[in-house]
């Protein structure tokens, strides 16, 4: 038992380690590694709990300390359970790194261009029973409507689930509205699992959130993907006033390769290209989230190490390689669309994504920078493994208050720029003109970024 015990300890006491230094190198490494660590590091508080437990039976009960090897275990265990409780500290480093960066994009007075109705409603403090009991994530003021189809496309319907707050009477305009987009490699995942703690977080705030599902690789090939976001788009419009929602202020956010297709969406509006059948609607978005996205399919820069991405575009997404269909891969990266009407964008990335390097949002955002009229906004951060807003941690709290304050930011720019008599609350008032390209928020600030 001794031995046994001592075994267990290294065991837990890597997976504390690789949460620390996780493997890069390789995309089979990085993979692993990151299944490894993404718990690991977001329930580290939870995982000390269980390992406590664990550890006090195999003493009490199994004589795990009647031997030196028992003893050495202990001591790891000990040790795994202090690393476990920094990382945990170091989570709360996510709050001023976002401050920063907003100030950096917006300008350092931005919450005083928040409608002041909107700054009484910023969440100022950790809901600490949210991380306490992360699952299942779920707000009782906010209604979800699932399986709302939008289109059809492939030969399959397309659906997508609404969160809308219970109670509440809309404002005139309507309510302003975020798109969720999923990833998973553009090959797994729903609309069931990913941006649910930013979307329960809006629409209590009295926004209409929308998560979509869209075409999936193998059977579907790039821009399938987009194409099916961008009918989400169009739909959103078009049927806004069945949900009390502006047709005119329309935010989309997505992680990995959900932020790959929702940045690209913000960048191509109105493209005939990736809009066939219904090249007349209107996409065009008032601000994007993009959370460790993909931006670049030709890996100009040389951010990743292997040829992992590469051939899963090849053989699953694209359909051809770089070398046959290059100009299909610049088209469909974000860092190739970059253009003066971008509109507010917020890149974030964890600091330890070994799924998506962190070299991969720093040479998009300087790109946007360099180009934008808009605000531009980028915040790595610290500790943070691929997917770690996906449910409730200290880490995706304060990230997301961050979030909360950008799109407030970016919709009371839009309520001012169209000459709202007042902005309603959370809810704010809306224009009944269609939003411009330019007039989704004010222009960058001169110390921007």
């Known amino acids: 038992m001794p031995t046994l015990f001592l075994l267990g300890s290294l065991w837990g006491a890597w997976f504390t380690l690789n949460a620390f230094r996780p493997m890069t190198g390789s995309s089979r490494r990085g993979v692993f590694s990151f299944f490894a660590g993404w718990l690991t590091g977001e329930l580290a508080l939870h995982h000390i709990a269980w390992q406590v437990v664990v550890a006090a039976i195999w003493i009490l009960w199994l004589g795990a300390l009647a031997g030196w090897p028992g003893w050495l275990g202990l001591v790891i265990c000990l040790a795994s359970w202090a690393g476990l409780a920094t990382f945990f500290r170091r989570s709360r480093r996510a709050e001023e790194v976002v401050e920063e960066a907003l100030q950096r994009g917006l300008g350092a007075d931005y919450r005083a261009a928040i409608a002041p109705e909107m700054r009484q409603r910023l969440t100022e403090s950790v809901r600490w029973r949210e991380i306490v009991f992360p699952f299942p994530m779920h707000d009782p003021a906010v209604e979800r409507i699932r399986d709302i189809h939008y289109g059809r496309a492939g030969g399959r319907n397309l659906a997508l689930d609404i969160y809308r707050p219970r109670e509440g009477t809309p404002p005139p305009g309507g309510r302003p509205v975020l798109i969720q987009v999923h990833g998973g490699a553009w090959i797994v995942g729903s609309k069931n699992e990913q941006g649910i703690p930013l979307m329960l977080r809006m629409a209590s705030h009295g926004w209409l959130c929308v998560s979509v599902d869209y075409r999936l690789s193998p059977a579907a090939t790039f821009p399938d993907h987009l194409i099916d976001v961008k009918r989400a788009v169009a739909w959103v419009r078009e049927r806004a006033a069945d949900y009390d929602a502006d047709p005119n202020f329309i935010v989309i956010t997505g992680g990995s390769a959900g932020g790959h297709l929702a940045s690209l969406a913000a960048l191509t509006a109105n493209d005939p290209s990736f809009q066939p059948g219904f090249e007349s609607a209107d996409t065009r978005l008032a601000g994007c989230v993009s959370f460790y996205g993909v931006y670049d399919f030709t890996n100009r820069n040389g951010v990743y190490r292997d040829e992992g991405l590469g051939r899963m575009l090849e053989r699953w997404v694209m359909k051809a390689s770089l070398e046959e269909a290059r100009e299909r891969y610049e088209a469909a990266s974000p860092l ?111 110390d921007a970024g």
Do not use: M, W
């Open 336 to 446: 190739y669309r970059v253009n003066p009407d971008a509109p507010p964008f917020f890149v974030i990335h964890g600091d330890l994504d070994t799924l998506v390097p962190i070299a991969e949002a720093r040479f998009f955002s300087a790109a946007l920078r360099d180009v934008s009229r808009r605000a531009v906004a980028y915040a790595e951060i610290p500790f943070a493994q691929h997917a770690f807003e996906i449910f409730p941690s200290v880490r995706c709290a304060l990230a997301i208050d961050g979030v909360e304050r950008f799109l407030f930011y970016v919709f009371s720019s839009y309520a001012t720029t169209k000459g709202s008599a007042r902005v309603a609350g959370a809810n704010g008032s809306a224009a009944e003109e269609p939003l411009s390209p330019v007039a989704a928020g004010e222009e960058r600030p001169a």
